[in-house]
């Protein structure tokens, strides 16, 4: 018996998520007794992970998982636990995670809790702590299939270090073909991702068009985040769909996101929610987002963000 987890990774490189399912892993396989088993696919060096507890790491390097394809790595994550003997499964709660579980639940025959945020209450019945009306409230659910799937909250346990031997072994499941060839789009840049960011700058309509952008880039670039757009932002094809956030978008839980010109409709507040601290600026008092936040600037983006960057840079 171990505990099986998915570290992702994108082109051979870890993303955070990674390290904080991995270390999350180690501290249920110690509540329970027992050792953690990584599944890493394609990544370039997987022994990193014995940095987060891990001891035994199954290490596919196989071209045909080069683009992520739900159904496939679902099946290649069943086979692992299957083979592990593992009863408990941990994935992460990435766009690309939140497609894959459903899936692998099914493959696994196991109960899903999804965005669980905390180590489980009790392990008989197995109980975790997880957000509920898009992380307005928290409940407790028990799962009672032998084969538990967890999916962590990015950035609710962190990244804690736990240096262990890890067992790195090459692992060669059985990949179907499930006739869908999936081409990845997203541009390989030195800018860090949105689901890896500490800090996320997003704009919304209230830029006004796409040459207005130049200021959520600066801030970003001050703050060493990425940057994000509302939904009607890049319907508008004034930001790449890539970087819209919300319900039909990239979930962010980062330790700080700015909204600049954004509403805060609840689609977009329900990919955003998870995000520690939330600082709105706007110039109508009346929006929405200003509820959600902790932080808010009643005023002119074009007036706002650029004294903003100029204090940051002078500090
Ligand atoms: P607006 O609503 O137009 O708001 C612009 C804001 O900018 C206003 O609050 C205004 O006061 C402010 N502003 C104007 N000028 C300035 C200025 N100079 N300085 C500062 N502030 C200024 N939306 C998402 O974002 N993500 C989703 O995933 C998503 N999914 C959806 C799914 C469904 C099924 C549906 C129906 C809608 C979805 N939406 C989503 C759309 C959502 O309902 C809103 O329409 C959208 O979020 C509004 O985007 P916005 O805030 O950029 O624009």
């Not at 570290?7 to 110690?30: L, N, P, W």
């Not at 489980?120 to 084969?147: D, Q």
């Not at 880039?217 to 769909?241: I, N």
Request: charged fraction near 20%; proline fraction near 4%; glycine fraction near 8%.
């Amino acid at each position: 018996m171990s505990v099986l987890v998915y570290t992702e990774s994108e082109q051979g490189t870890y993303k955070k998520v990674a390290f904080e399912v991995a270390s999350y892993a180690r501290a249920i396989a110690d509540q329970l007794g027992t050792s953690v088993t990584a599944i890493s696919i394609n990544a370039k060096d997987p022994s990193i992970l014995g940095t987060y507890g891990v001891t035994k790491i199954l290490n596919v390097q196989d071209s045909k998982l080069d683009a992520f394809n739900a159904k496939s790595y679902a099946n290649v994550i069943n086979q692992a636990a299957a083979e592990e003997g593992s009863e408990v499964v941990i994935v992460s709660s990435s766009a690309d995670s939140k497609y894959l579980a459903p899936l692998l639940a099914i493959e696994l025959k196991a109960g899903y809790a999804s965005n669980v945020v905390a180590l489980p209450t009790n392990l008989s019945p197995f109980t975790v702590k997880r957000t509920a009306f898009t992380n307005k409230a928290f409940n407790e659910t028990s799962i009672s299939t032998s084969i538990k799937l967890v999916g962590l909250s990015n950035n609710s346990f962190g990244i804690k270090e736990h240096a262990t031997e890890a067992e790195v072994t090459h692992y060669s499941p059985s990949i179907p073909d499930n006739g869908v060839h999936v081409e990845s789009v997203d541009k390989v840049t030195d800018k860090v991702t949105i689901a890896d960011a500490d800090i996320v700058v997003s704009g919304g309509r209230g830029l006004k068009g796409p040459e207005n952008w130049g200021m959520i880039e600066d801030l970003a670039d001050v703050l060493g985040g990425a940057t994000a757009c509302s939904k009607p932002v890049s319907d508008l094809g004034w930001r790449p769909h890539g970087e819209h956030v919300g319900q039909t978008g990239k979930p962010v839980a980062a330790n700080l996101y700015i909204a600049i010109g954004i509403s805060g409709a609840i689609q977009h507040l329900a990919g955003i929610n998870a995000s520690k601290v939330k600082l709105v600026i706007n110039t109508d008092p009346e929006a929405p987002f200003f509820k959600a936040a902790d932080y808010g600037v009643v005023g002119d983006a074009f007036e706002v963000v650029p004294q903003l960057i100029e204090k940051l840079k002078a500090f």
